[in-house]
C-alpha cells in the first residue's frame, strides 16, 4: 500500500494553489494548441518547452503533463469536426467521428470522446501509480547492458516495426542518431561533428529539431500542397448530450479501449498508435449492427479514442520509470526533464519522489479539468479550429522562432531552425517517419553512454551485451521487430494491409 | 522530370536521398577518424565506436536507398507548388537577416508576413505590420514577464 501514501504525498504537492494553475494553463494550452489542425501533442510540448524553463521544475513539469492530455483532447476535437486529424494516433476517431458529425450527431461524438478520454485516462493514470514502483524496482536492477538492450528495442519499435516503410523508418531513425552525435563528449571531452563551431559543442537542441521538423517541415509540406489538403469543418448541430441509447454504446468500448490501450502504451516499445487501430477493430467486431461502422458508429469513436488516452497515460510508464522515450512527444518531454537537469528513470523516483508522485497525481486533476473544460465550451474550440490558415501557419512559424531563440538566443540556433525545417519538408515529401528522428536524437546518447559504461564493465568483452537473459530476449525482439515486416510484406497472404499504423507524435 | 509510366524507373530525386546519406556517412567516418587522441581514459571503447557503427549504418542505408530509387520503390508524390516554398524560406532567411540588429519584432514581422503571403493573404504590408504587432507582444510578455533573453531592437527598447 506504499503506492497509495506516495500518491497521496503527490496529491498534497498537485493541490497546492500554484500547481493547480500550472495544471490549468497547460490543459487550456495543450487544449487550445491541440485542436489547432496540423499542430500535434509533440510540437505543443516543443513548443512551450524552452519559454518555460525559468519556472519552477515541478510547476513546469506539471504543466506539461497538462499540455500532454490536454492535446490528445484537442486533437479528437479535431478529428470528428475536421475531416483530416491533427495527430496521427486520432486518425480512426476521425473514420467515424467525421462521419457522426456529418450526420448531425457531432455533440454526442465530442461527448462520447470527452467521457471516454476521461475514464480511460483516470483508469490509466491509476495503472501507472499502480505499475510504476513495480517496474522502478525491476529498472533498479538493471544492468547497462540490459539497458542498452532495452534502448536498441525501442529504436526498433518506434522506427521500423510500425511505419510503412522498414528502409525510411531506419534511416531517419540514424539521422536523429547522427544529430546525436554532434557535441562534446561527456566521457572523452573531445568534440564530434562541430567542425569547431562553438555553438554546436553543447549539442543539438532537441527542440530546435522538434520544432523545425513538426512546425517550419508541416508549414512548408502544407504550403506546398496547395488546395491538396483543404480542409471543411462541419458545424456542430443539435444537443451535446449523449442519449441513454449513447451511453448503453459507449461505456463498454470505453473500458475495452483502455484494457487494450494502456498496455500497448506502457510496454517499452514504440507503436503507442496501435492501440486505436485495435480498438476499433475489436468494436467492429463486437458490434450488434457492424454495419454502422463506415457511417458513423459511435462505438467506433468511443473505444478508439478511450484507447488512445491509456496508451498516451501508458507511454509515461516508460518514460518515467526507465528514461525510455517511446514516442517523439514522450521524447521531447524527456527533454523538458533534462532542461532541469532531471533524468527520468528508477533512481528519480528514490531521489525526487514528491516530484515524480506529484507529476503523476496531477495527471488525475488534469483529467477532471478536461472533462470540465471541454465540453461546455466546445464553441471556443470550434472557434480556435476555425482560424484560417494564413494566420494559423504564420502565428505557428512565429511561435517557432520563439522558441527556438528562447532555448539559445543565437543566429546559428536560427539558422538551424532553417536547416532542419528544410529537412522536414524534405522527410515529409519523401514519407519519411519525422518521430525516429526525435527519438533517435534524444536516445542516442543515451544509449551510447549505457554500452560504453557496460563495455568497460566488461573491459571491452562485447559479450556482455548477451549476457542476461532479458538483454537477450529484448535485443531478439528488436531483431524481428526490424526484420519481421520485411518477410512480412514477403510473404504476406492476399489482400493484407502492407503495414499496422501510421507514424508521427 | 521523374515520370513514373516510363520504362526507367530511375526515381532521381530519391536517388538524390541516397548520396545525401552517403555523404552523412563519409562525413561521420572522416570526422570520427580525424578526432584528436583524448585524455587516456579507462574505457575500451573511447568516443569514436559509436560514431563509426552509425556511419557504417548509414552507408548501408544509403545503398539501400539507392537501390529502392533505381526500383522505383518510393511513393509516388504529388506535385507540389514551388512559390509557397520560396516565401517562407524567404522570410526565414530576411527573419534571419534582420535579427542581429533590428531586434525581434521587426524581424519576426517578416517570417509572419511571408507565411501569410505563402497561403495566399496580402498585402504584404498590412500582414507585415500585423506580424510586427504580435511579434512585439510576444516579445513584451515573455522578454518582461518571464524574463527570457530575446534579441531586441530599436522598437523593443521602446519599452
Known amino acids: 500500500m506504499e503506492t497509495f501514501q506516495f500518491l497521496a504525498q503527490g496529491l498534497s504537492v498537485a493541490l497546492q494553489l500554484d500547481n493547480l494553475l500550472f495544471g490549468l494553463v497547460g490543459v487550456t494550452l495543450g487544449t487550445a494548441v491541440g485542436v489547432l489542425p496540423g499542430i500535434g501533442p509533440a510540437l505543443t510540448v516543443a513548443l512551450l518547452l524552452p519559454i518555460t524553463f525559468k519556472l519552477d521544475p515541478a510547476g513546469s513539469l506539471i504543466m506539461f503533463a497538462g499540455i500532454y492530455y490536454g492535446s490528445m483532447y484537442g486533437g479528437s476535437t479535431t478529428s470528428i469536426l475536421l475531416n483530416a486529424p491533427g495527430e496521427s494516433a486520432s486518425v480512426v476517431t476521425a473514420l467515424e467521428g467525421n462521419k457522426m458529425a456529418r450526420v448531425g450527431r457531432g455533440g454526442p461524438a465530442l461527448a462520447t470522446a470527452a467521457i471516454g478520454s476521461f475514464v480511460a485516462g483516470t483508469i490509466a493514470t491509476i495503472g501507472l501509480a499502480l505499475l510504476a514502483p513495480w517496474v522502478v ?5 538493471m544492468g547497462p547492458g540490459e539497458y542498452f538492450a532495452l534502448m536498441v528495442l525501442a529504436f526498433a519499435t518506434v522506427s521500423a516495426a510500425f511505419g510503412d516503410s522498414t528502409l525510411r523508418g531506419l534511416t531517419a531513425l540514424f539521422l536523429g542518431l547522427t544529430l546525436g552525435l554532434v557535441g562534446i563528449d561527456l566521457q572523452s571531452g573531445q568534440a564530434r561533428l562541430s567542425f569547431g563551431m562553438p555553438d554546436l559543442f553543447d549539442g543539438i537542441e532537441v527542440t530546435t529539431v522538434a520544432v523545425a521538423l513538426f512546425a517550419v517541415g508541416e ?3 502544407i504550403a506546398c500542397g496547395g488546395d491538396r489538403t483543404q480542409e471543411t469543418i462541419t458545424p456542430v448541430k443539435g444537443s451535446l448530450w449523449m442519449s441513454r441509447e449513447d451511453w448503453k454504446r459507449s461505456w463498454k468500448p470505453w473500458l475495452r479501449g483502455t484494457i487494450i490501450g494502456f498496455p500497448i ?5 514504440g507503436g503507442a498508435e496501435i492501440g486505436t487501430f485495435l480498438s476499433y477493430a475489436t468494436e467492429k467486431q463486437l458490434a450488434k449492427n457492424p454495419e454502422e461502422f463506415g457511417h458513423g458508429a459511435i462505438e467506433g469513436v468511443a473505444g478508439p479514442e478511450a484507447a488512445n488516452n491509456a496508451s498516451a497515460a501508458g507511454t509515461l510508464v516508460p518514460l518515467l520509470t526507465l528514461g525510455l522515450p517511446t514516442s517523439a512527444t514522450a521524447a521531447i518531454m524527456l527533454a523538458g526533464f533534462q532542461q532541469y537537469g532531471l533524468q527520468p528513470g528508477p533512481l528519480l523516483f528514490v531521489n525526487r519522489p514528491e516530484l515524480v508522485w506529484g507529476l503523476i497525481a ?3 486533476i488534469a483529467n477532471i479539468m478536461l472533462l470540465v473544460l471541454n465540453l461546455p465550451l466546445i464553441g471556443l474550440w470550434v472557434r480556435v479550429l476555425a482560424i484560417p490558415r494564413p494566420w494559423l501557419y504564420g502565428g505557428i512559424l512565429t511561435f517557432a522562432t520563439l522558441g527556438t531563440l528562447g532555448a539559445n538566443p543565437s543566429l546559428v540556433e536560427l539558422g538551424m531552425l532553417l ?11 519523401f514519407g519519411y517517419p519525422i518521430a525516429p528522428v526525435v527519438v533517435g536524437l534524444i536516445l542516442g546518447p543515451l544509449a551510447e553512454q549505457q554500452l560504453r559504461r557496460a563495455l568497460s564493465i566488461s573491459q571491452g568483452d562485447p559479450m556482455i ?3 542476461s537473459p532479458m538483454a537477450v530476449i529484448m535485443l531478439s525482439i528488436a531483431l524481428i521487430a526490424t526484420f519481421g515486416p520485411l518477410l512480412w510484406r514477403l510473404f504476406k497472404p492476399e489482400g493484407a494491409p502492407s503495414s499496422l499504423a501510421g507514424n508521427e507524435d | 522530370m521523374t515520370s513514373l509510366q516510363s520504362e526507367r524507373r530511375l526515381d532521381r530525386a530519391a536517388f538524390g536521398i541516397a548520396v545525401a546519406l552517403a555523404a552523412v556517412a563519409i562525413v ?11 585524455i587516456a581514459s579507462y574505457a575500451r571503447v573511447g568516443p569514436r565506436a559509436f560514431p563509426y557503427a ?5 552507408a548501408v542505408l544509403a545503398i539501400a536507398t539507392a537501390i529502392a530509387a533505381w526500383r522505383g520503390k518510393f511513393p509516388e508524390r504529388p506535385k507540389d507548388e514551388y512559390g509557397p516554398f520560396y516565401w517562407i524560406v524567404g522570410g526565414l532567411l530576411v527573419q534571419l537577416a534582420l535579427i542581429g540588429w533590428a531586434g525581434f519584432a521587426i524581424a519576426t514581422g517578416a517570417v509572419f508576413a511571408a507565411t501569410a503571403r505563402a497561403f495566399g493573404r496580402g498585402p504584404l504590408w498590412m500582414t507585415y505590420l500585423i506580424g510586427v504587432g504580435i511579434s512585439l507582444a510576444i516579445w513584451l510578455a515573455f522578454a518582461k514577464g518571464l524574463s527570457l533573453v530575446l534579441p531586441a531592437g530599436p522598437l523593443e527598447r521602446m519599452f
Not at chain 1, 502504451?265 to 516499445?269: F, K, S, T
Not at chain 1, 536547416?419 to 515529401?429: K, P, S, V
Not at chain 2, 561521420?28 to 583524448?38: K, M, Q
Not at chain 2, 552509425?54 to 548509414?58: D, L, Y
Open chain 1, 137 to 141: 524496482e525491476f529498472a533498479l536492477a
Open chain 1, 219 to 221: 508549414t512548408l509540406f
Open chain 1, 265 to 269: 502504451g506502457a510496454m517499452p516499445a
Open chain 1, 362 to 364: 496531477s495527471l488525475f
Open chain 1, 419 to 429: 536547416l532542419f525545417g528544410l529537412m522536414g519538408y524534405g522527410l515529409r515529401r
Open chain 1, 465 to 467: 551485451l548477451f549476457g
Open chain 2, 28 to 38: 561521420i567516418a572522416v570526422d570520427t577518424y580525424n578526432l584528436p587522441e583524448g
Open chain 2, 54 to 58: 552509425i556511419a557504417a549504418a548509414m
